[in-house]
């Protein structure tokens, strides 16, 4: 009885032993997960928003959530003491997160910027190019003038197409094939005024077909457009770090269906200066300098007449920084308003086989802002464009600076207003 007794007892004490261990073991577990999360939330707490790159939660297969694989501490054990004699890594300071860098402003340069008058591909012109290339029309002096100008503009005076038919009881009908959009490749033109009595030659399909060639090579067109909208649209170009507009219309169309404001596809018109003035007004904004390129006048004239330097204030006050004209087929001169310089005519460039003397413009627009004209006398024989010189070209600096309104032209060409 008494060893049942002992018995009883000894199996007492180890269920008694056993219930504390077990209980022990729930209150140690218990413990160490409270621990475990209320350090996870200390971290949230002090971070204040998710660590960057997403959650930082372990998947199922020990993977972060982003399916990489989470990296031990290297040099630490299981418990947090170090191994084999490697000492325990000094805790971090937390990062300074770094300052947003400012954007850097565009390094700014002088531009220099190319203007030539009326440019008609005839068959003399196309014949030269034929035979010789670019060489066969124009000098090498006024090839590298061009290539190497940060921005190159013309007067297209004829479509680029094989289609339409020519408009009737018209003295002069023009059109191109644009197997010779090469001409204009080669010469570096950076954009073409199609605002001119002579865009819509062989009607709408061959405007159509002027669009679409020039968009092939990726010259832009100002002045004309297949809407209203587009016809009036500016273009922008960057250069020397800063932005230059240009706008084109034409004050002389043969007939008023022409005006895009009564025929699509058509021109962008300026007989008198409210959609050309509205059209600079949406335009200044956007760039830092803007120019006008406009046909009017009146052929082999050598004045302006009164209306072309009464649209030429108007679009300077409107915005315009430079306004240059073309038309006349002869040169034209050069006058300042408000400090802003007038080209009124720059004559024919590539036209007839022989034509009169006259110039093309080079501007050089400063880092200050200033611009800075020069006027490059020229003259077509036998269907090359050449640029005067020797006494030739002193000849044609002091014609242009007669005819001139206040402005002094010296032995290189270079214009300054009168004081």
Known sequence: MRRAQKITAVVSV????????????????????????????????????????????????????????????????????????????????????????????????????MFTGDVMLGSSVLANYDSAGLDGILSEYLQTELLQADLTVINEEFPFSSRGTPMPDKTYTFRVDKSYLSVFQEMGVDVVSLANNHALDYGEEALLDTFDALDEVGIPYAGAGADKERAEEAIFFERGGRTIGVLAASRVIPVVEWNIENRQPGLFCTYDSTALEAAIARTRPLCDYLIIYVHWGIERQDYPEEYQRTLAEAYIDAGADLVVGSHPHVPQGIEYYNGKPIVYSLGNFIFNPNMVATYALKVLWSVDGQAQLQVIPVKTDNALTADLIGEAKQEMLRYVENISFDVSIDENGMVTAAQ
Not at 21 to 42: C, H, M, P, Q
Request: charged share 35%; proline share 9%.
């Open 14 to 113: 180890l269920i008694v032993l056993v219930l504390a261990v077990v209980l022990g073991i729930f209150l140690w577990t218990e413990e160490r997960k409270a621990r475990e999360e209320g350090d996870t939330l200390e971290t949230v707490e002090s971070d204040g928003q998710e660590p960057e790159g997403g959650s930082e939660e372990a998947g199922e297969d020990g993977t972060d959530s982003d399916g990489s694989k989470e990296e031990e501490t290297p040099g630490t054990g299981e418990d947090g003491e170090a191994v084999s004699g490697q000492e325990p890594e000094e805790p971090q300071e937390p990062q300074e997160p770094e300052e947003p860098q400012e954007p850097q402003e565009p390094e700014i340069s002088d531009v220099n910027m």
